[in-house]
């Protein structure tokens, strides 16, 4: 008798097991963000003046003259995004000077890449063309600067320069 109790005993403690309980339910939300910057609007819309330059500054075709320093700045950027950029606009001849569409003649604006902030000189930027500028530091902010300049592309007539460009940014 007393082995069969036993054997009940263990029978309904197996049978019962343990007792669980929903003490906490869990949730998980978050969101995936495709890398990006903002352009910081005290640079996103510019007029850049190139003043006044006489005829006789232009030597010869390529000659250039009036090199003017601006720049873009990104802000609120992932640290380590790396960040492309397309300059566009009506080319003219050279693929780094946009198409005048003032009154003068034989003269378009280059825009140079500047190595930096403020420089006056740098690397001729190849129009409707992708450029990568690197990835984005621990400041989650890159500025980019540039250089624009008259450019002689023939027999130079006077008259009004103008000219308009349109940069992209594409971020990874």
Same mark, same amino acid.
């Given at each position: 008798?007393r082995?069969?109790? *036993?054997?009940?005993? %263990?029978?309904? !403690?197996?049978?019962?097991?343990?007792?669980?309980?929903?003490d906490a339910?869990?949730?998980?939300?978050?969101?995936?963000l495709?890398?990006?910057?903002?352009?910081?609007?005290?640079? !996103?819309?510019? /007029? +850049?003046?190139?003043?006044?330059?006489?005829?006789?500054?232009?030597? !010869? +075709?390529? &000659? /250039?003259?009036?090199?003017?320093?601006?720049? *873009?700045k *990104?802000?609120n950027?992932?640290?380590?995004?790396?960040?492309?950029? &397309? +300059?566009?606009?009506?080319?003219?001849?050279v693929?780094s000077?946009? $198409?005048?569409?003032?009154? !003068?003649? #034989?003269?378009?604006? #280059? %825009? *140079?890449q500047?190595? &930096?902030?403020g420089?006056t000189?740098?690397?001729? +930027? $190849?129009?409707?063309?992708?450029?990568?500028?690197?990835?984005?530091?621990?400041?989650?902010?890159?500025?980019?600067p540039?250089?624009? #300049?008259?450019?002689?592309?023939? /027999?130079? $007539?006077?008259?009004?320069?103008?000219?308009?460009?349109?940069?992209n940014?594409?971020?990874?």
């Amino acid at each position: 008798m007393r082995s069969l109790q *036993l054997l009940l005993g %263990i029978l309904v !403690a197996i049978l019962m097991g343990p007792v669980f309980a929903a003490d906490a339910n869990l949730n998980f939300t978050g969101t995936i963000l495709q890398p990006s910057c903002d352009i910081d609007s005290s640079t !996103a819309n510019q /007029t +850049v003046p190139l003043g006044r330059a006489p005829i006789m500054d232009f030597a !010869a +075709v390529g &000659s /250039t003259s009036n090199p003017t320093a601006f720049n *873009l700045k *990104l802000v609120n950027c992932a640290p380590g995004t790396s960040v492309t950029m &397309s +300059v566009t606009g009506t080319m003219d001849t050279v693929p780094s000077v946009l $198409k005048n569409t003032g009154s !003068a003649a #034989q003269v378009g604006v #280059q %825009i *140079l890449q500047a190595g &930096s902030v403020g420089a006056t000189t740098g690397t001729p +930027v $190849k129009l409707n063309s992708a450029i990568s500028l690197g990835a984005v530091g621990s400041a989650n902010a890159m500025t980019v600067p540039f250089v624009a #300049q008259f450019y002689r592309l023939g /027999t130079l $007539k006077a008259g009004t320069v103008s000219a308009t460009a349109t940069v992209n940014f594409t971020y990874n």
